[in-house]
Structures are given as C-alpha cells and as structure tokens.
C-alpha cells in the first residue's frame, strides 16, 4: 500500500476553494493560485508536474471517481482528447476568461455596473447576492470575484460530468491549463534541442 504523501490531499483545497466562495465570493481570487501555479511549473521546470502531482482538482475527481465509485470508467472518447478539440476548448475558455477580465475593466472604468451573479455554463444565470456586502472593496474587484468563480464552477461542474460518463480524470485529458502548460512545456523543449544543436 503506497503511503499517503501531504500533496495527496490537496484534493481538499478545492472543496475549501468553493465552499468559501459560497459564503464571500472574494474567496474566489484564491482560484488565482490554480491558474498561476501550474504556469510556473512548466515556466520554470518545463515540466507538468502540477498537474500530475499538485492539482487538486485532478485529485478531487479521482478520490469521487475511483475511490468513491463514481465513474463509469469507460474509456474517454478519442475527439475528447484530439488536438481540435483540447485547443478549441482552450480557445473557447479562454474567450470566456477574456470576456470577464473585460466586463471587470467595464465595471472599473464606470462604463458597467457590479453584477452579483454567477453563470454555470457561461449561460445560467444564478443570483448569488447574499455573498458579498456592497460598498466592502471596489467593484471591480468584486466582479472579478463573480466572474472567476463562475469559471471555476462551470469547469468543475464539467469536469464532474465527464467523470461520472468516462474515466475519472477525462476533465484532465482537456483542461485548459492542461493545454497551455504542455504547449508551454513542448516550445521549452524544442528552445532546449536549438540550444544543443
């Protein structure tokens, strides 16, 4: 039996991670540190250690989908782990992220108002009011908050989905971060072969 490691258990920081937005949706910056980190690893180490190793959603869906039998462990489908669909899936997330920086900037400049609401699915729009206190930071940095933790929701809920219907890890073979830290890694590889040459 392989003995349980710290990292292990970060599976745990992504049920505090929402729990917490649940209650003050300022908590929501803290998902800054899933997005940041990995970058850093294959910035750094040229590596996808994050993800194989520190990722706590990556755990999460292991500890529900194996350990607690939630999966169909079927086989994930090839088109979801296919170039066309991994980068279009990047692409499309990341329209997302760049609609919400933007709506961010709207709501600093004063051209846009707080929106206290969270959308699943970058379509639902669920009144989430109760989380946070006007007037206590500015609004942009509140409606970065709402903003990010609709994206971190959706992707779980989706990660969720595609466990319960395949692997538990098929989020994994198409998450954003995923993509962009192996095409990271893959850009410090080929710099690292020019070197040699």
Same mark, same amino acid.
């Given at each position: 039996?392989?003995?349980?490691?710290?990292?292990?258990?970060?599976?745990?920081?992504?049920?505090? /991670?929402?729990? +917490?937005? *649940? @209650?003050?949706?300022? =908590?929501?910056?803290?998902?800054?540190?899933?997005? &940041? $980190?990995?970058?850093?690893?294959?910035?750094?180490?040229?590596?996808?250690?994050?993800?194989?190793?520190?990722?706590?959603?990556?755990?999460?869906?292991?500890?529900?989908?194996?350990?607690?039998?939630?999966?169909?462990?079927?086989?994930?489908?090839?088109?979801?782990?296919?170039?066309?669909?991994? /980068?279009?899936? +990047?692409? *499309? @997330?990341?329209?997302? =992220?760049?609609?919400?920086?933007?709506?961010?900037? &709207? $709501?600093?400049?004063?051209?846009?108002?707080?929106?206290?609401?969270?959308?699943?699915?970058?379509?639902?729009?669920?009144?989430?009011?109760?989380?946070?206190?006007?007037?206590?930071?500015?609004?942009?940095?509140?409606?970065?908050?709402?903003?990010?933790?609709?994206?971190?929701?959706?992707?779980?809920?989706?990660? +969720?989905?595609?466990?319960?219907?395949?692997?538990?890890?098929?989020?994994?073979?198409?998450?954003?971060?995923?993509?962009?830290?192996?095409?990271?890694?893959?850009?410090?590889?080929?710099?690292?072969?020019?070197?040699?040459?």
């Amino acid at each position: 039996m392989n003995k349980k490691r710290w990292y292990d258990y970060l599976w745990i920081w992504s049920m505090i /991670y929402f729990a +917490l937005g *649940f @209650f003050n949706i300022l =908590f929501a910056w803290l998902g800054m540190i899933d997005f &940041l $980190v990995p970058l850093v690893f294959a910035l750094a180490g040229g590596n996808k250690r994050f993800c194989n190793k520190y990722c706590g959603r990556g755990q999460l869906f292991t500890v529900l989908g194996k350990n607690r039998k939630c999966s169909s462990g079927k086989p994930t489908p090839k088109w979801m782990t296919s170039k066309w669909f991994r /980068y279009g899936f +990047l692409i *499309f @997330f990341l329209s997302m =992220f760049g609609n919400m920086v933007f709506q961010t900037w &709207l $709501v600093a400049s004063g051209a846009g108002t707080l929106k206290e609401v969270i959308k699943l699915f970058w379509t639902i729009r669920v009144p989430w009011g109760w989380t946070y206190s006007a007037g206590t930071v500015p609004d942009w940095v509140a409606q970065f908050s709402f903003g990010f933790y609709s994206i971190m929701l959706t992707s779980t809920l989706i990660g +969720l989905i595609v466990m319960v219907l395949y692997k538990p890890r098929t989020w994994c073979s198409f998450c954003p971060m995923g993509t962009m830290t192996q095409g990271i890694c893959k850009l410090k590889a080929k710099g690292k072969e020019g070197e040699r040459e």
